[in-house]
């Protein structure tokens, strides 16, 4: 960091100038890269400042139980990009999704917000300008060129491989490109860390709506292919490279990209990319774990999984619109056969998922008769009592799966395997800004501790001290 960037750091932290004075003058340059850098120094100062005078205050106690249950409710990690309250739902830097919806920029005749800036908001922590969101578009329109091996990587691959399998692997195929992993290797200093992880960050979000258009066209459409059109904005242009050339669908892509960006650190995508990432591995290598862990179908792939589950439903029934009574049985039987119904509960909100109705204000405006729709509506009414009455789930109410699919379905988006690429392709936003924040904030290595039960034994009859 040079001289004068110190100087106003330092002013900005002593709160002599403000910091709407600097972003300003940064912003009229256009270097987003800087203004993140001016804020997480001083997040640096404010973070060391804390930590010198609160460093050994408690925040929690551990339970043994907690443990052995998915280190459910411990305080372990910071993510500065967004926060999950049980009752309220996300909130990215502080903004709910409806807040979101109003106040981020939006397309030229549209009414949902560009994902570019709720990148800049996760990044920088404050609402951008058009001005900083058309320079996010172009940026990564800038920096989109995938090179020919990551397509042939993924052409190496059976049709029948999952999209999520070509979609993990074309990302490790683009890791040849990573300058952090590079320079590394030449020997990195430790400040300028930060810097290349950015670029890197940029670089790869850039370049991942082609290669998912490119595994849903080598797919489903005979392996005919789109180029990009340099016009458009991100999702714009995921949606144009997908073939699907309809404004409301491209507004539905913005959406779609925006409510599946982040949901705060410790869930298995975001807290994968950020463990990976400790160990300093490059951003390529960290988001390919993380969404390695989306695919999963209690996280990510429960998506594709609802479809799949209402298009069975409708064969089982031969109906395209059972009845709740119908839908109030078929609940009952997957239960039975010992499963989960997949797009409801949760492991930390307690409510119907935000994003789940920013998804329905979308259905009601864009296609309030369409029939898969109205049955994701009526499962909506159905499946919380009868979940409920079982007694042990935490949370009957549906997240944001429970509707994602329905829509894309009424736009003849029918691959349900595909739709967890969609979801990796959004979780790049929040995953990549949060380890540009971990690099900047000089993060170590994650490292927590483990026992087993014969020493949990031990402890419990008092042969073994509690374990540093
Ligand atoms: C999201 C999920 C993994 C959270 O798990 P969790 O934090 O362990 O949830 P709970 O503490 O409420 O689970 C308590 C019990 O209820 C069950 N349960 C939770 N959600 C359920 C659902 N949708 N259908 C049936 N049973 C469910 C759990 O399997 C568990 O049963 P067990 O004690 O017999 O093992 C879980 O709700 C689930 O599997 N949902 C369906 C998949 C899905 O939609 N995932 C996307 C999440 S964004």
């Known amino acids: 960091m040079n001289e004068n960037k110190l100087k106003i750091n330092t002013l900005v932290y002593q709160q002599k100038i403000s910091l709407s004075t600097v972003n300003y003058q940064l912003k009229k340059m256009g270097i987003i890269k800087d203004l993140f850098k001016i804020k997480a120094d001083a ?55 409806p807040e979101l919806q109003q106040k981020l920029p939006k397309a030229p005749d549209g009414d949902q917000p560009l994902p570019e800036g709720l990148f800049y908001l996760m990044l920088i922590g404050e609402l951008p300008t058009e001005e900083d969101v058309n320079h996010i578009t172009s940026v990564w329109q800038r920096r989109s060129h995938v090179p020919n091996h990551v397509f042939a990587t993924i052409d190496a691959l059976p049709i029948t491989a999952h999209p999520m399998t070509m979609f993990v692997t074309g990302v490790m195929a683009l890791q040849t490109e990573s300058n952090f992993a590079k320079e590394y290797a030449k020997g990195l200093n430790k400040k300028d860390y930060w810097s290349i992880t950015y670029d890197d960050a940029m670089d790869l979000i850039a370049r991942l709506p082609r290669i998912a258009a490119y595994i849903y066209r080598r797919k489903y459409k005979n392996n005919e292919h789109i180029q990009p059109n340099g016009l458009l904005d991100w999702s714009g242009n995921l949606a144009h490279m997908m073939g699907y050339e309809d404004e409301s669908f491209k507004e539905l892509m913005r959406l779609y990209m925006t409510i599946h960006a982040d949901h705060e650190g410790g869930n ?49 029934l031969d109906t395209q619109s059972p009845t709740k009574q119908q839908i109030a049985n078929y609940v009952q039987k997957t239960l039975t056969a010992g499963k989960v119904v997949p797009g409801y509960g949760h492991a930390v909100l307690r409510k119907t998922d935000p994003r789940f109705t920013a998804q329905m204000e979308f259905g009601k405006k864009h296609m309030p008769n369409d029939p898969l729709v109205n049955t994701v509506w ?5 499946v919380p009592p009868i979940l409920q009455s079982l007694g042990k789930i935490k949370n009957p109410w549906p997240n944001v799966d429970a509707h994602s699919g329905s829509l894309l379905v009424h736009y003849g988006m029918v691959e349900y395997e595909f739709y967890t690429v969609l979801f990796s392709v959004s979780r790049a936003l929040g995953v990549l800004s949060s380890l540009c924040w971990d690099r900047v904030l000089n993060f170590p290595i994650e490292r927590p501790k483990s026992v087993t039960t014969a020493a949990v034994k031990l402890w419990l009859e008092g042969k073994e001290e509690i374990w540093e």
């Not at 009526?378 to 159905?382: A, F, G």
């Open 378 to 382: 009526n499962i909506y009414e159905t």
């Open 268 to 316: 298995v995508s975001a807290h994968t990319t950020h463990l990976v990432g400790s160990a300093l591995s490059d951003v390529y290598l960290s988001y390919a774990a993380g969404m390695n862990g989306l695919a999963g179908p209690l996280h990510g792939l429960a998506n594709q999984e609802v479809i799949k589950w209402i298009f069975e439903m409708q064969k089982e």
């Open 43 to 97: 997040a640096n100062i404010e973070i060391k400042d804390l930590l010198k005078e609160h460093g050994n205050k408690k925040i929690g106690e551990v339970t043994l139980a907690q443990i052995y249950q998915g280190m459910r409710g411990i305080t372990g990690l910071v993510t500065e990009t967004s926060l999950l309250d049980t009752q309220e739902g996300i909130r990215f830097r502080g903004y709910t999704i």
